[in-house]
């Protein structure tokens, strides 16, 4: 397994480097933000682990520009950040990190989310758990879900907002039900979660997300050809 590591800090790089290595990875450093990116897209690693504060480009804009590229769209990215500030912007969809780190953690907090990711986007398995409708797959055994073979990734909310609908294909579901069923309360003030995760659903499923149908002053459901 190859891994990039873009880090200004020298030393952390390199005490990265070095743990990695024992784990059996190959390893690759960069100190600046320009040269991560032209290392990524030179080297097409398994996995990136990306500070979020470097010179020359933000981690922020590194991550972008490997989402925004096809043949990197998928790598996983690990975001190092030295305070807690942005993670909710990192992770989120306008960034597109897949897991993050604050700044001291361990070697080992690392690998676990290092494993955790991989166990995520290893080559998929089909089970029972996969549902299938049109180009939109979903694995609930993996918490994965891809539109025509591409990974979509989402928070573990939208995982399960999207899990439940097409669990009931055709059928309408209430936004007091989806706010039970994927919040665990029922509350009619705070139905408009509900909408707000609807609406990031399917933006981020692109063409499938036309499948999520919107029934008026009642709620959704998932809509099959
Ligand atoms: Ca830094």
């Known amino acids: 397994m190859k891994v990039v590591i873009v880090e200004d800090e020298k030393d952390l790089a390199e005490l990265l480097a070095f743990n990695l290595q024992k784990e059996g990875w190959q390893t690759i450093v960069a100190l600046d933000g320009r040269s991560g990116l032209d290392t990524i897209l030179a080297e097409l690693p ?3 682990i990306l500070d979020l504060m470097l010179p020359e480009l933000t981690g922020i804009e590194v991550c972008k520009q490997l989402r925004r590229q096809e043949k990197t769209a998928t790598i996983p990215v690990i975001m190092v950040t030295a305070k807690g500030e942005e993670i909710d912007r990192v992770v989120g969809f306008e960034v597109g990190a897949d897991d993050y780190l604050v700044k001291p953690f361990s070697t080992r907090e690392l690998l676990l989310r290092i494993k955790a990711i991989l166990r995520r986007t290893a080559s998929p398995v089909e089970t029972e758990k996969t549902i299938r409708h ?47 069923d994927v919040w665990g309360y029922s509350s009619d003030a705070d139905t408009r979660t509900v909408d707000t995760h609807i609406t990031r659903l399917r933006s981020k499923l692109g063409e499938a997300g036309e499948m999520i149908r919107t029934v008026r002053g009642y709620g959704y459901k998932l809509e099959i050809a």
């Open 46 to 48: 398994d996995l990136v």
């Open 134 to 180: 049109g180009a939109l797959v979903i694995d609930e055994e993996r918490h994965l879900v891809t539109v025509h073979d591409a990974e979509v990734t989402l928070t573990l909310t939208e995982f399960k907002l999207l899990a439940i609908l097409a669990m009931r294909p055709g059928r309408m579901q209430s936004r007091e039900r989806l706010l039970q």
